[in-house]
T-cell receptor, first 111, second 113 residues
Framework: GNSVTQMEGPVTLSEEAFLTINCTYT??????LFWYVQYPGEGLQLLLK?????DKGSNKGFEATYRKETTSFHLEKGSVQVSDSAVYFC??????????FGRGTSLIVHP | NAGVTQTPKFRILKIGQSMTLQCTQD?????MYWYRQDPGMGLKLIYY???????DKGEVPNGYNVSRSTTEDFPLRLELAAPSQTSVYFC????????????FGSGTQLSVL
């Protein structure tokens, strides 16, 4: 079956540091890949997505590239802010239309 | 736009009680999902529906039931609540699955004591 593996958190950074959150996946076929963000006390919301190999999703300074050869979709941001503190979920949607989520990675950004 | 609305936001139940978590979406989405979120465990799919009248089990359906009589509503029923059902519950919807994003409600925090 499909699966998503994310790096364990929490990830703790100082403001303006570079962020990478690793995500790898296992799936048959050609899934779509997503990053969702969950701010404290809220539901998840879509951050970015990519639907085919070599696509780059981007939003709010975050980027992730769909790498089929390494089955990865790592999330990056060049300069994090305190307001980026949240839990980040990597997810895939395969042919069954049932989303598969990773466990989530907590990001804490200190001033 | 209301999006996905969940009620209640918080609830405390006694062991053995039952309750229904309500979920309504106003986007005419076909696909709807119920997840539970336990600390450090990510999201686990309880039930899902691909359209009115059609529901199916997810990863952790035991102790729960759902119905989908209309496109808009997807209530989750807990019968004989147990402490293991203490969790945060999220409802989500999407138009057609595939590369469509999910819209999430704000969650229901449930404690069973």
């Amino acid at each position: 079956g499909n699966s998503v593996t994310q790096m364990e958190g929490p990830v703790t950074l100082s403001e303006e540091a570079f962020l990478t959150i690793n995500c790898t996946y296992t799936a048959t076929g050609y899934p779509s890949l997503f990053w969702y963000v969950q701010y404290p006390g809220e539901g998840l919301q879509l951050l970015l997505k990519a639907t085919k190999a070599d696509d780059k999703g981007s939003n709010k300074g975050f980027e992730a590239t769909y790498r089929k050869e390494t089955t990865s979709f790592h999330l990056e941001k060049g300069s994090v802010q305190v307001s980026d503190s949240a839990v980040y979920f990597c997810a895939l949607m395969g042919g069954s239309y049932i989303p598969t989520f990773g466990r989530g990675t907590s990001l804490i950004v200190h001033p | 736009n209301a999006g996905v609305t969940q009620t209640p936001k918080f609830r405390i139940l006694k062991i053995g009680q039952s309750m229904t978590l309500q979920c309504t979406q106003d986007m005419n989405h076909n696909y709807m999902y119920w997840y539970r979120q336990d600390p450090g465990m990510g999201l686990k799919l309880i039930y899902y529906s691909v359209g009115a009248g059609i529901t199916d089990k997810g990863e952790v359906p035991n102790g729960y039931n759902v119905s989908r009589s209309t496109t808009e509503d997807f209530p989750l029923r807990l019968e004989l609540a147990a402490p293991s059902q203490t969790s945060v519950y999220f409802c989500a919807s999407s138009h057609s699955g595939g590369d469509e994003k999910l819209f999430f409600g704000s969650g229901t925090q449930l404690s069973v004591l």
